[in-house]
Each structure stands twice: as structure tokens, then as C-alpha cells.
């Protein structure tokens, strides 16, 4: 089910709200019993949520639910042996992952590797179910602390479920740490100031999506689907941008109106993006983007491994392990592959001499263009069917010449004014705009500008989705 489907903005989220709001007035001896109401009812509610998308895969989640919370029981409680059962409960995790995820990869290539054609072997496709690689990080990162004792282990399966399969973040993020929710499973506040901030961050949210990100993806696919071997320079630069936008857009309208609906049930998750494209080098760029996955990979990969405590030398390797396994963790093409190596190579030479130079160099605009032309590039080998054609694609950003199709051919006043407006938005002078004038997320008044402002973009996103039916959302493939 999509945030941005009307099954979901007019029926599933509504009734949600609704209960929820009703059991928080139910008259009970404490408020405990009030938030198990509330636990209860969400988990259910999550459940079908996740289970709209195909009911078979609610036993896949069930499944990862009690291999972390009975793993998570048996390491809080084992005297011995604490290791070998961590051990055991990744490696299920990672075969459930590996299964599911890079199968359909592994068969293809023994096929091509014997110089059979695909399909030969007679193996049906595995089909990924959604959001698999963001809730099962996130009952890893519950069993590891709980064997780290960085937190108490949650004896009630209702709420670790609750935890893992909760509707707002299930299925594209952000990756919840249980530390940052242990908590709030047990006792929240709701109140109207957090609801309207809720509302309105979804709304902005919402905007994101449907209104740039929509538009975007529609015509970076005709571009895509085109002959990219002869298109203009034009066209190629006009596409890789457009994706640029389509896939910021697109993800972090997703997380604002993950953490918008959050906060209208009264949890608050941490931010995932803080305007990356602002970055002035790549290590700044990963520390905006997708940044509970970023905190994933530092917290249970890097610093485990020894981070940078240990030399440059084995600092080198650890990065090169956290981005090689962050283009795998993104998907099962060699694309993937590719382009975490790209970003590993960027942040090695940023932490072996370049990044002295991006920090002396007095033109940060110099920083800025190339931290926003490497990450264009990157997205590029993310967005082709292989590297083959991530190479055919870039070729063509240098091609002034030939039989190709005009740039006008895909524009129009809509597509235009959407990448306009999402270029602005997520460039450093909007950036400078808002410090300047005080807007901050940490408001929650309601003010009339922010209420019709709502309203507009509420309706304009109500209208393009009734009219369109272009809408899918990237990340749910991960």
C-alpha cells in the first residue's frame, strides 16, 4: 500500500488516526494499559498494511519478528555462548536477505557464466518482497545491542513486534534503532502541536513525491527507454539531473511522511536527509543522505571493525567494506556493486589527501560543483540496467552531434516548473533562504501562510494523483 495511494490517504490512515485517538480517551487505571491498547491495535493495523502488498509475505515478517525476539530472549539471558548465538541469528538474517534478494542475481550469472540463456536452469524468479532489507537491519541492530548490552531486551513479543513492523517506516525507511524507540513503546505523548507538525510534515511530504518526484521519474523513464546511444548532450544532462531530483524527492518525501505519521501516533523517529545536495564534498554528502542508514553501517559495521583507530591502512579497508556492502544492501544488479565502489573510492581520497584540500579551498563553490557532479554520476550507474549502459548514458553528456531526440521533446510548462522549483529547493540558496528567515522544523504553531500553503499543495497532490498513474516509489525495492 502506498502513502501516496487513495486507498491509503483517504481510508487506511484515517481509520488509523481515528482509533488511535479513540483509545487514548478509553478510562483506564494508568496510562500503561492505554498505550497496550494502542500497541495492539497498530501492530494489527501494521500487519495489514504490510499485507496488503501480498499476504504471503506477512509470514515472511512474522518470521523475522520471532527469530530476533527469541534471539534477542536467549542472548539477555545465556551466560555462555552469547557469541555463537549472534552469530547464528545474523547469519539467518543474512540467508533470509541473501535468499530473497540476490538469488534470481546468483542463478543468472552460473547461467551466463555456462553460456546458457537465462532461464535455462528452469528456476522460477524470486519475487523481493517490499522493504525486506529495512526491517530486517532493523532487528539486527536490536539483537546486536542487546548482546553489546547497549539495551534491555524487550520481553513483550507484541511491542518488539510492534517495533519492527510499525506501518509509517516498514517498508522504505527510516531504519528505526530499537535504543531510540525502546521507550516510546511504553509510554508517548500525543498532543495537538505534535499532531499538526505530524500533518504538516506529511503534507510536505506528500508534496514531494507527487508533485516533483512524480513528474520527474515519468520523463526520466521516457528518457531511459529511449535510444540512449544517440541521444544529445542536452537530453543526457537533462535526465541525470531530472533523476537526481526524481530519487531525493521521491525518498525523502517517503521519510517525511514516515516521521510526519509518526508523530501523529506520538513516536518520533530521527531525520533521514538533511539537504544533501548542499554537500560541499562526499563525506558531507553521507552524512545528509539516507542517514539512518548511513548510522546503520558506522554503528555495526565501521566501528566494529575498528573504524579509524587502527591506521590508515585499515581504515582504507573498512570504508571500502561499509560502501561495497552499501551498493549491496541497495540491490541485487552489479550496478549496485559498482556504485558503492564508486563512493568508496571518492572517500578514500577524500580521507587520504582531498578532503585537506576541499576544507583549505576558500571557493566553496569549487567544493560544491564537485560533490554535486560526482553524486550525479553515481546516480546514473544506480539508475542503468547495467554498467554497460551507465557508460552508453554518460558518452552521450559529451555528444553535440548526431541523429538524436530534441530536449523539447520532453518538456512542457509541468515537467519545467517541477524541475525548477525542485532544483531550487534543494540548492544551497534555499538552504541560506530558510536560516535567514528562521524556518525551522522545530515549529509547531499553526500560522495562516503554513495552513493555506498545506491546503494548496494538498489538493494540487490530491489532483495529480486522481489524474495521473505514474507512481511508484524507488526505495520500496530495497
Not at 541485487?332 to 578514500?348: D, K, M, Q
Amino acid at each position: 500500500m502506498l502513502f501516496s495511494s487513495m486507498m491509503f490517504l483517504w481510508i487506511f490512515l484515517p481509520v488509523v488516526l481515528v482509533v488511535n485517538y479513540l483509545l487514548g480517551r478509553i478510562k483506564t487505571r494508568d496510562i500503561t494499559s492505554r498505550i497496550q491498547y494502542k500497541n495492539i491495535f497498530l501492530l494489527i493495523a501494521s500487519l495489514i498494511f504490510y499485507a496488503w502488498g501480498g499476504f504471503y509475505y506477512l509470514f515472511l515478517i512474522l518470521s523475522v519478528i520471532l527469530i530476533n525476539y527469541i534471539a534477542g530472549l536467549l542472548i539477555s539471558r545465556a551466560v555462555s555462548n552469547k557469541k555463537t548465538l549472534l552469530t547464528v541469528t545474523i547469519a539467518a538474517n543474512i540467508l533470509i536477505i541473501g535468499y530473497f534478494k540476490y538469488f534470481n542475481l546468483l542463478i543468472h550469472t552460473i547461467e551466463s557464466i555456462a553460456g546458457r540463456e537465462a532461464g535455462a536452469f528452469g528456476l522460477k524468479e524470486v519475487i523481493l518482497p517490499i522493504g525486506i532489507s529495512f526491517f530486517i537491519f532493523q532487528a539486527m541492530s536490536y539483537v546486536i545491542d542487546v548482546y553489546w548490552g547497549k539495551t534491555d531486551c524487550q520481553k513483550n513479543l507484541a511491542y518488539f513486534a510492534l517495533y519492527v513492523a510499525l506501518f509509517p517506516q516498514l517498508i522504505a525507511g527510516p531504519i528505526v534503532q530499537y535504543k531510540d524507540v525502546a521507550a516510546q513503546l511504553h509510554d508517548r505523548s500525543e498532543n495537538t502541536s505534535k499532531f499538526v507538525s505530524g500533518i504538516r510534515r506529511f503534507t510536505f511530504g506528500l508534496a514531494k513525491k507527487v508533485l516533483i518526484a512524480n513528474i520527474m521519474g515519468d520523463v526520466v523513464d521516457k528518457i531511459w527507454s529511449a535510444d540512449i546511444g544517440s541521444m544529445y548532450a542536452s537530453v543526457a544532462w537533462f535526465g541525470m539531473i531530472a533523476y537526481t531530483l526524481q530519487i531525493y524527492y521521491d525518498f525523502s518525501g517517503y521519510s517525511d511522511m514516515a516521521i510526519g505519521i509518526g508523530r501523529m501516533l506520538g513516536f518520533e523517529f530521527k531525520e533521514n536527509f538533511n539537504m544533501p545536495y548542499t554537500s560541499l564534498s562526499i563525506k558531507e554528502f553521507w552524512r545528509r543522505w539516507h542517514i539512518s542508514l548511513s548510522s546503520w553501517f558506522r554503528d555495526y559495521v565501521y566501528i566494529p571493525l575498528g573504524g579509524s583507530r587502527k591506521g590508515d591502512k585499515l581504515t582504507y579497508r573498512n570504508l571500502f567494506i561499509v560502501f561495497l556492502l552499501t551498493g549491496i544492501w541497495h540491490g541485487a544488479n552489479y550496478t549496485f556493486f559498482f556504485w558503492g565502489l564508486y563512493y568508496a573510492f571518492f572517500i578514500i581520497i577524500e580521507r587520504a589527501f582531498l578532503g585537506d584540500l576541499l576544507e583549505k579551498n576558500r571557493c566553496k563553490f569549487i567544493n560544491y560543483i564537485y560533490a554535486i557532479l560526482v553524486v550525479m554520476v553515481g546516480w546514473v550507474f544506480f539508475r542503468a540496467d547495467s554498467i554497460g549502459d551507465a557508460f552508453v548514458f554518460l558518452g552521450g553528456l559529451f555528444r553535440f552531434s548526431g541523429k538524436g531526440i530534441s530536449i523539447f521533446e520532453y518538456l512542457s510548462f509541468k515537467v519545467l516548473l517541477a524541475f525548477l522549483v525542485g532544483i531550487f529547493l534543494s540548492c544551497p540558496v534555499w538552504s541560506r533562504i530558510k536560516a535567514k528567515m528562521g524556518i525551522t522544523e522545530g515549529i509547531t504553531e499553526v500560522s495562516i501562510p503554513s495552513f493555506v500553503l498545506q491546503m494548496i499543495l494538498l489538493l494540487l497532490s490530491m489532483m495529480m494523483l486522481i489524474s495521473g498513474s505514474y507512481n511508484p516509489f524507488i526505495y520500496f525495492q530495497f
